[in-house]
């Protein structure tokens, strides 16, 4: 299903506030200043710094 245009633009990292961007599957939400990524579960986005995972360089 994906997560909406509009929750999209209102979500923010946890960590700095930035902008979050989907994965190309959709599937989670991508900071590129934190190189964080934050799991979509159940349509659900888990916005908890403890529960992101770091992304490779």
Request: aromatic letters at 2%; a negative charge.
């Amino acid at each position: 299903m994906g997560i909406s245009k509009e929750l999209l633009e209102i979500l923010a990292c946890p960590k700095c506030k930035g902008e979050v961007r989907t994965t190309p599957a959709e599937d989670g939400l991508i900071c590129d200043r934190c190189r964080l990524l934050y799991e979509i579960r159940e349509d659900i986005p888990i916005m908890l710094i403890d529960e992101a995972k770091p992304l490779d360089k």
